[in-house]
């Protein structure tokens, strides 16, 4: 999935006072753009000084989704390390990633899946670390960085990527674009649906079904099935029973898991919007490709 049809940037910026404040910059540079260029779309900042800002441009944003059928790309311009983002750089208040994940998945369930979210905030990328199979997924698409960013070269490349998505409604063509033009471009990663589906999947199967976890799920059987598996014979015909039934166990769940994460469940008309496997040995050669 590589087009989309986003009709609004909310920017979400929260900076220390002697920090220059791009993204007001990019909210000026993007609507330049557009008036010029006669393009249907708007950036909208929210300037963050508080928690209750933080908590009012959610709302904000749930409730135009909702209301006015906005499709909105969420840009964050803030500072951050592995775990928050920081309000005025920490000083007024700090944020979980796992909060900023929750209120992305809000809103993406609210858009039936439309959601991108763009940060430019060091190591934001750590936000998908939250991604787990069972759930609708946060958003459709994401570009940020695992490593430390340059607020001025940052401006640069999001205004690089963001004038090139509005030309060509391609967000591969923009991230190409920002890779070769950009400063320090190696640092950004984006990162579509069905990548992040297959990677959360594949961590899933490397959890679920290594010897450790195929042992831990033989005693709860054992245990739940009153065998006595200090006997090492009986112990190795449970596993080996454990370990033929898992091949048919994640066949059965995988159709579930897909619907589930995409959303299909919900919105069952948006299926043909994502290039995803059918059946899981089709998704066991599929995801070889990431």
Same mark, same amino acid.
């Given at each position: 999935?590589?087009?989309?049809?986003?009709?609004?940037?909310?920017?979400?910026?929260?900076?220390?006072?002697?920090?220059?404040?791009?993204?007001?910059?990019?909210?000026?540079?993007?609507?330049?753009?557009?008036?010029?260029?006669?393009?249907?779309?708007?950036?909208?900042?929210?300037?963050?000084?508080?928690?209750?800002?933080?908590?009012?441009?959610?709302? *904000?944003?749930?409730?135009?989704?909702?209301?006015?059928?906005?499709?909105?790309?969420?840009?964050?311009?803030?500072?951050?390390?592995?775990?928050?983002?920081?309000?005025?750089?920490?000083?007024?208040?700090?944020?979980?990633?796992?909060?900023?994940?929750?209120?992305?998945?809000?809103?993406?369930?609210?858009?039936?899946?439309?959601?991108?979210?763009?940060?430019?905030?060091?190591?934001?990328?750590?936000?998908?670390?939250?991604?787990?199979?069972?759930?609708?997924?946060?958003?459709?698409?994401?570009?940020?960085?695992?490593?430390?960013?340059?607020?001025?070269?940052?401006?640069?490349?999001?205004?690089?990527?963001?004038?090139?998505?509005?030309?060509?409604?391609?967000?591969?063509?923009?991230?190409?674009?920002?890779?070769?033009? *950009?400063?320090?471009?190696?640092?950004?990663?984006?990162?579509?649906?069905?990548?992040?589906?297959?990677?959360?999947?594949?961590?899933?199967?490397?959890?679920?079904?290594?010897?450790?976890?195929?042992?831990?799920?033989?005693?709860?059987?054992?245990?739940?099935?009153?065998?006595?598996?200090?006997?090492?014979?009986?112990?190795?015909?449970?596993? *080996?029973?454990?370990?033929?039934?898992?091949?048919?166990?994640?066949?059965?769940?995988?159709? *579930?898991?897909?619907?589930?994460?995409?959303?299909?469940?919900?919105?069952?008309?948006?299926?043909?919007?994502?290039?995803?496997?059918?059946?899981?040995?089709?998704?066991?050669?599929?995801?070889?490709?990431?």
């Amino acid at each position: 999935m590589s087009h989309f049809l986003f009709n609004k940037l909310y920017i979400l910026q929260s900076l220390a006072c002697t920090d220059q404040k791009t993204g007001k910059e990019l909210e000026e540079r993007i609507n330049t753009f557009s008036s010029k260029n006669n393009i249907n779309f708007q950036a909208v900042l929210y300037d963050l000084h508080s928690l209750q800002d933080w908590d009012f441009a959610w709302n *904000g944003i749930y409730t135009s989704i909702s209301q006015l059928n906005i499709i909105p790309i969420i840009h964050l311009v803030m500072h951050g390390n592995e775990d928050k983002v920081g309000i005025e750089k920490g000083m007024k208040g700090l944020i979980d990633l796992h909060d900023l994940f929750e209120k992305t998945r809000k809103a993406n369930v609210l858009s039936h899946n439309n959601i991108m979210l763009s940060m430019a905030v060091c190591k934001g990328l750590n936000v998908i670390k939250y991604i787990t199979m069972g759930r609708p997924m946060p958003f459709c698409s994401i570009l940020a960085s695992q490593e430390s960013l340059c607020n001025p070269v940052s401006l640069e490349n999001f205004s690089i990527y963001y004038k090139t998505l509005l030309q060509t409604g391609s967000i591969d063509k923009a991230f190409e674009c920002l890779q070769k033009h *950009g400063g320090e471009a190696d640092k950004y990663k984006q990162m579509k649906s069905e990548q992040l589906f297959a990677n959360v999947m594949q961590m899933y199967l490397d959890n679920k079904c290594n010897d450790k976890a195929i042992e831990e799920r033989t005693k709860e059987i054992a245990k739940m099935g009153g065998f006595d598996i200090s006997d090492p014979t009986v112990k190795d015909e449970l596993l *080996g029973a454990v370990k033929s039934l898992l091949p048919e166990e994640n066949a059965k769940g995988y159709e *579930g898991y897909v619907n589930s994460f995409f959303m299909f469940d919900k919105f069952p008309a948006i299926r043909d919007r994502f290039d995803i496997p059918k059946t899981f040995d089709e998704f066991l050669e599929w995801r070889k490709k990431f």
